[in-house]
């Protein structure tokens, strides 16, 4: 009984160490997704209003799961054809990896989405100043300038000014309407012009006269960013190749000599060397990244 006793014991103890800690987890873990998915859901909304897409944000994050798990399919699957000791740790291990870095991919494509669509304003904004100030030259007032750069089939700048002119025609302010214009594009050269006419409404400057140098000056600054990205250039793609580099020479080695590669996934020291290194190539692209990012 005294045997029964002292082995039941701390067995039960123990299991009940081990099941509460799992609850905690679990609940750790849920919490934490669920705070998570709440902030994605928030920032893609975010993303989406900026590049214009009527799209729910749970359909990104849906899209989000689905391409993380395909790739972790695909991944065991290319695993498993290419290598000779098959190993399910090794696959689900590699799988996972690939899982977690291709989640963020629909996110990072609306920010590429975003940043492509502003550049494109920006260019699109020189020629809608000078159209603007030949439409003030030719008599017309702020407002129907305004509504020839939204009559335009230019889009993303006629989608941009016709959402402005939507506003003013339900009583919104001018000065209002450009401010929300502004907070909804994040563009400088915008930023500029709406200060320009405020002030010149507000002074009573001449318009034309501003809107053509506000042109002048957008052109220059177009100039100036295509010729630091084209020295720059060469700095990016070394950013690339040395962040992909790494990851192509395991996958050739791990298929031209998967013995020593075996050998050297199994051994401790082998493992946290991958680490540090992927954790030093990380740190090198983003330094890289960097230093060629050069805001004009």
């Not at 160490?17 to 705070?35: E, G, H, K, P």
């Not at 002119?165 to 000065?175: A, F, P």
Request: aromatic share 8%; charged share 20%; net charge neutral.
């Amino acid at each position: 009984m005294n045997l029964l006793t002292s082995t039941w014991g701390p067995s039960l103890c123990a299991m009940m160490a081990v099941t509460l800690a799992t609850l905690v987890i679990i609940d750790s873990f849920l919490y934490i997704s669920t705070r998570y998915k709440e902030r994605y859901l928030k920032e893609a909304a975010v993303e989406l209003d900026d590049v214009l897409l009527q799209m729910p944000p749970g359909r990104i994050f849906d899209l989000s799961l689905a391409i993380s798990t395909f790739c972790c399919f695909m991944t065991v699957v290319i695993f498993g054809a290419t290598s000779n000791g098959f190993s399910w740790v090794k696959a689900i291990g590699l799988g996972a990896i690939v899982a977690v870095g291709s989640f963020p991919i629909p996110r990072l494509t609306l920010r590429f989405l975003r940043i492509r669509r502003l550049a494109k304003f920006n260019e699109q904004l020189e020629d809608a100043l000078g159209g603007m100030s030949s439409s003030l030259k030719a008599g017309f007032s702020i407002n129907q300038a305004l509504e020839s750069i939204a009559d335009e089939n230019r889009p993303p700048i006629s989608i941009e000014f016709r959402l402005l002119v939507q506003e003013l025609r339900l009583g919104v302010s001018l000065e209002d309407a450009l401010n929300n214009m502004c907070e909804r594009i994040e563009s400088t050269d915008l930023e500029l012009v709406a200060v320009a006419i405020i002030t010149a409404r507000q002074t009573g400057g001449e318009l034309t006269s501003v809107l053509e140098r506000l042109a002048a000056v957008i052109r220059e600054r177009l100039r100036i960013h295509r010729k630091v990205s084209a020295l720059t250039a060469q700095g990016r793609l070394q950013a690339i190749v040395i962040g992909i580099m790494p990851f192509a020479l395991m996958f050739m080695m791990s298929y031209i000599i998967p013995d020593a590669m075996d050998a050297f996934f199994d051994s401790i020291v082998g493992i946290v060397s991958c680490v540090i290194a992927i954790i030093l190539v990380i740190v090198g692209f983003l330094s890289i990244k960097k230093i060629t990012s050069i805001k004009v």
